[in-house]
């Protein structure tokens, strides 16, 4: 069995990606998916970050329309991507606490937000230790915080351009070790193979930290992170091959936040 759904995808109501919401629908059925979520940005208090957020308003009302016009040929899942920024976990649990979710993907993006520090900051020159330290700091909090289903671009700073060393790797496992232990999935991301920034295509995570992964039993996604309808269910043949090679035989689905698996046989 193929993978079957694509979770992770984002859409102009986030104001940095395009086309219509019926193109990524169509594009997933084209593909042959059971499932298409959407996974917008979630706002965020003060106009942090606005331009590349949704409105209040436009959390839930686009998808939810979608799904009662594509029953029948596909599952149209209400996703959202939800930024842990330390000190507002209790603004975004009031959050996802408000609407049908089927499922919340996690992710860092900011490592100090009073200095407005990205998790990828373009042409990096600082201690490589300390970036990926602290980005592997908040990640375990959001995986402990119990606010999210599954965890986006798990190595995300290496889009800076500034790969992991050796001594980034004990704290990946060990965020990957509370994964495998809480049952918190973690989305193979195949957007890194549009991201010639990382020197060679592969997904977030690298593809030692997907073996580490499998070994730890932790629960797999495989997401798009699309931008556009064309980016939907990128790479997925190849990227399923590859997990197949490794002995993972099982994906994850969502529902309301219920976690199922599937085969991928």
């Known amino acids: ?58 959390l839930d009302a686009d998808v939810l329309r ?25 603004y975004v649990a ?13 992710s860092v993006h900011y490592l100090d937000l009073e200095g407005c520090q990205i998790a990828w900051p373009r042409g ?21 915080s119990g606010l999210a289903d599954i965890i986006a671009h798990f190595d995300l700073p290496k889009r800076s351009g500034v ?21 918190v999935c973690m989305e193979l991301n195949t957007s890194g193979f549009r991201h010639p920034e990382l020197g060679q295509p592969e997904t977030y995570p690298a593809p030692a930290l997907v073996r580490e992964a499998v070994a730890l039993a932790v629960p797999l996604t495989v997401n798009s992170d699309a931008h556009a309808p064309a980016q939907v269910g990128t790479e997925f043949p190849a990227v399923a091959a590859a997990l197949r090679a490794l002995g993972c035989a099982t994906l994850w689905r969502f529902n309301r936040r219920q976690r199922t698996p599937y085969a991928l046989a």
């Not at 009662?68 to 599952?75: D, H, L, P, T, V």
């Not at 149209?76 to 930024?83: N, Q, T």
């Not at 990096?124 to 402990?144: C, E, F, I, P, W």
């Not at 790969?163 to 049952?183: D, K, S």
């Open 1 to 58: 069995m193929p993978i079957l759904a694509d979770y992770h995808t984002h859409t102009p109501r986030c104001k940095h990606a395009a086309g219509p919401m019926e193109g990524y629908v169509e594009r997933a059925i084209a593909l042959g998916l059971e499932e298409i979520g959407f996974s917008d940005h979630n706002p965020l208090p003060r106009g942090i970050g606005a331009n590349v957020r949704m409105e209040e308003s436009e």
């Open 66 to 90: 979608l799904r009662e016009r594509y029953a029948g040929s596909i599952a149209v899942r209400l996703g959202l991507e939800m930024d842990y920024v330390e000190g507002l976990e209790a």
């Open 94 to 106: 009031e959050q996802t606490r408000r609407h049908p979710w089927d499922y919340i993907i996690g």
């Open 124 to 144: 990096y020159q600082g201690d490589v230790h300390a970036l990926y330290s602290r980005y592997y700091t908040l990640l375990g909090q959001l995986v402990r």
């Open 163 to 183: 790969p992991p060393g050796p001594r980034e790797h004990p704290p990946a496992v060990a965020v990957l070790e509370e994964m495998g232990r809480l049952g």
